[in-house]
């Protein structure tokens, strides 16, 4: 990204602690008796939050337990429980709404309160017509079942993550938003292969070895073609993953994401070296039995999980920092292996329709298997094989107003990166859970090599407001045609370095970036604050807020500004999008 701002040069802490101590005004007016969300990994406290749902043996919910009923294992050895939270039906007062031109991405401001259930429709991973019994289900949901009170919000996965509604409680609004949605035919989808030679009157001998010939170019064709369809399947889900812990991380409690989709491209553990069917099945000698699908899965298992094995640790690894739990519903409903699908098209001229059959079968069972996985490691539930989709949905649903939320501070302090498992017991008998069994010990502050500015292009790229870092903005017209933005940044969701002195050091950068109609970039400016302050002005900003200025000169044609935030010492972003 270009940086027209400047360097944001402070003279001395007087003339910064005036101005924090000054920040009353009408952000203070509008936006007072905003809650701190308890604190969590995300920030740097190192402390690990799990949420944890207990079903008794007739699969219903259990409430009531306490504290002291729970008992936490990382690694097999037990952690003292800092942090207790158990479900609460109580719902929240909206926020006051704000006045013309100021905008905040606080949390009273994205949803009042209660269990948040994001619905994903993944057209990045399903074929068409998946999509389409998919959205059918969808619908049926929320005519019959949905309750008013609940609040869902609506994205899509396509070649990006993208939101179709926003967080609300009414059914219509829902409705209205899945009627409006088409599916998409996935991209890249598999071309048909070429035609094999026919038999030619010198009986055919000729023809058979060219045909031999071809059908092993089209097969290594067909390969290399998938190979490169499943790295950017990869690539597009992992930015979704961290998308979603961008949007929902900053807002408190427990998130569930029902991801509705025909397959992951990925384990959420890369370094599980288990070998899958599919990757079985590449190494046998005869591959007439496999299908395109089985073998692209098995001979890019391996890649993937080596390939992209850091990009998939730190997406897990936000996911489980921003409290999101993932419900994989399989978009494919029950399936016998006989429906058509697009891999038939090469594959029909080699095989049967039973081996047809059969391969679809094995690659869905291996989808299913990854499915389960990722609930697994996230604390969901996968719903697969079954006609009723909308059933899930269900259970997502409920599961998200009766979590436990535990926290513990690991006695291992080394966060070397590494996979930690985690281990929930109850002191109660006939009871299951559902939680996230470990996480990455991955620390945002030390990470290496992290580009700053790609974290920023992303959040002004999000579709819906990033939560982790949270700010209010001010946007009015200036003299001379230009635009003034006044930022006011939490603290709170900063992070802090300590330096001699007992100083506190901030490094944060704002960007505000000015779009077209049609989504095109017109110009971006920033301003970074790098500062040390003493421990009586770093008090005074965790107290009325970090207040910082910047004026811009929108050029012809803007129609949207984009407003990003960010802690350069660990990543995470906070943004808003205000008309202009």
């Known amino acids: 990204m270009r940086k027209t701002g400047l360097l944001w040069r402070w003279t001395g802490l007087a003339a910064i602690a005036a101005i924090m101590i000054t920040a009353g005004g009408w952000f203070q007016a509008t936006l007072s008796g905003s809650e701190v969300p308890v604190p969590t990994i995300r920030v740097s406290t190192h402390l690990v939050v799990v949420d944890v749902v207990v079903i008794d043996k007739q699969g219903k919910l259990v409430r009531g337990l306490k504290q002291d009923d729970f008992a936490v294992q990382e690694k097999g050895k037990s952690q003292k429980i800092a942090f207790f939270s158990s479900p609460s039906t109580e719902q929240k007062q909206p926020a006051p709404d704000l006045p013309p031109g100021i905008y905040s991405n606080k949390p009273e401001y994205r949803s009042p309160g209660g269990p948040l259930v994001v619905l994903l429709l993944d057209a990045a991973n399903t074929p068409f017509k998946d999509q389409a019994y998919a959205r059918q289900q969808m619908l049926k949901f929320v005519e019959e079942q949905y309750k008013p009170g609940q609040r869902m919000a609506i994205f899509t996965l396509t070649n990006g993550l993208s939101i179709l509604q926003d967080f609300t409680t009414d059914p219509s609004v829902l409705l209205a938003a899945l009627q409006k949605y088409q599916p998409v035919s996935q991209e890249m989808a598999n071309a048909a292969a070429p035609r094999v030679p026919s038999t030619s009157s010198d009986g055919g001998k000729g023809a058979q070895l060219a045909a031999a010939g071809m059908v092993e170019r089209m097969r290594e064709f067909q390969n290399i073609q998938l190979a490169y369809v499943q790295d950017r399947r990869v690539e597009t889900t992992t930015a979704a993953m961290r998308g979603l812990a961008r949007i929902l991380g900053g807002m408190p409690g427990r ?95 080699f095989n049967s329709i039973s081996e047809n059959a059969s391969v679809r079968m094995s690659d869905a069972v291996s989808d299913r298997e990854t499915m389960r996985e990722i609930a697994r490691e996230t604390g969901g539930l996968a719903y697969v094989n079954q006609n009723e989709i909308k059933e899930g949905v269900m259970v997502a649903m409920a599961d998200a107003g009766a979590s436990y939320t535990l926290g513990y501070y690991p006695e291992d302090k080394k966060w070397d990166g590494k996979y930690r498992a985690i281990k929930v017991k109850l002191n109660r008998d006939g009871l299951d859970t559902r939680y996230r069994r470990g996480y990455f010990a991955i620390d945002p502050a030390s990470m290496k090599d992290r580009n700053p500015e790609k974290g920023a292009v992303e959040a002004l790229q999000d579709s819906a407001p990033d939560t982790l870092v949270t700010f209010s903005a001010q946007v009015k017209p200036a003299e001379g045609g230009k635009v003034a933005v006044d930022f006011l940044v939490d603290a709170h969701t900063l992070s802090t370095e300590d330096v001699s002195g007992g100083e506190k050091k901030f490094n944060v950068v704002l960007y505000a970036a000015i779009f077209a109609a049609d989504g095109k970039m017109l110009g971006n400016q920033s301003m970074k604050v790098d500062q040390a302050f003493d421990a009586g002005t770093y008090q005074q900003i965790l107290a009325k807020g970090m207040l910082l ?4 000169k929108p050029p012809s044609g803007a129609s949207q500004l984009r407003m990003a935030v960010e802690d350069n010492r660990t990543g995470h972003t906070g943004s808003l999008t205000a008309p202009l």
């Open 549 to 552: 200025h910047m004026d811009l």
């Open 255 to 349: 998130k569930s994401v029902v991801w509705v989709t025909a397959a992951f491209p990925f384990s959420l553990i890369p370094e599980d070296r288990s070998i899958s069917e599919a990757e079985m099945a590449e190494s046998l000698p005869t591959i007439r039995q496999l299908g395109l699908g089985t073998r692209a899965a098995g001979s890019m298992a391996g890649i993937e999980r080596t390939a992209h094995a850091q990009e998939i640790r730190e997406a897990s690894a936000q996911l489980s920092s921003a409290q999101i739990a993932i419900y994989p519903i399989d978009a494919r409903g029950l399936m016998s292996g006989m429906e058509a699908t697009s891999d038939d098209l090469p594959s029909r001229q």
